[in-house]
């Protein structure tokens, strides 16, 4: 039996980059002239909940590994779950 060999995520996350920059294009050019505002913040509450949903899902709700998984206390973790309503 051969032993198949587990490729590693090299964690460069290009596509997820090329779809944010593709994103941004796009905003900026329906502002149509309008002045933007906070755009740091709402690119970040516009990635961050999608992120919690899937990450609690593929963890099974389990905190502890999902705050691992994401690199975050799992406090902070909380926190952030009942900021968007996922408690």
Do not use: W
Request: contains cysteine; proline residues 2%; charged residues 30%.
């Amino acid at each position: 039996m051969a032993i198949q060999k587990k490729k590693k995520f090299n964690g460069e996350g290009k596509e997820l980059s090329h779809q944010v920059s593709k994103s941004m294009h796009k905003y900026f050019h329906e502002l149509d002239g309008e002045k933007p505002n906070d755009v740091y913040s709402m690119v970040l509450k516009e990635v961050e909940l999608p992120l919690l949903e899937i990450v609690m899902k593929e963890c099974n709700n389990n905190q502890s590994k999902a705050s691992e998984i994401l690199g975050i206390n799992r406090g902070t973790l909380r926190t952030k779950l009942k900021e968007y309503k996922l408690l």
